[in-house]
């Protein structure tokens, strides 16, 4: 009855690649701190094992956005459901999210918070599809690049479903 879910990043994988990532944001931001904007759900597992292994001061914020339609295809007309609970003005204000696909969402939410008068601006992704960019982005962290495929696990979903297995995997058809 269960869908079988091949592995793509195990949770080693993922510790080591976010413990790297931790360490170079952690550098970059050195005297600083950083207002963090977790976008609901997909990313919050990422934001929280990231935010364990940066050492400068993190503020948590969250955001929820959805875009108009259909859940698997991005229209890029979004719509914030929950907004953040704090004003980022002056602020390192680091975008987490779960995966950059068309980049529709994304190039969306960055345009809205470079409004909002941030000290500096920056996005950190977990997973990057280049293949299926229809909007440009600039991801300034990257965990993985992966091809064109469906993924799910470590926050993100299918359907709701898998958003708490601990690594990425493939669902098989
Ligand atoms: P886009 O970059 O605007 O196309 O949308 C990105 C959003 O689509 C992500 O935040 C995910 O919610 C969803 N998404 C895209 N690809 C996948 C995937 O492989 N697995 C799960 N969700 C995905
Ligand atoms: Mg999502």
Redesign the pocket.
Known sequence: MDDKISVMFSEQELDKRIRELGKQISDDYAGQSIHMVC?LK??STFACELAKRITVPVYFDFIKVS?YGN??I?S?NIKISKDVDDDVEGDNVLII??????????ASLMELFKERNPKSLKLAVL?D?PD?R?TPVNVDYTCFVIPD????GFG???AQKYRNLPYVGIVEQ
């Open positions: 976008v997909g990313a875009s859940d698997t991005s890029g999210e779960d995966i950059i696909d068309t980049g529709k969402t994304l997973l599809k299926r229809v495929q469906f993924v799910v993100l979903d299918y």
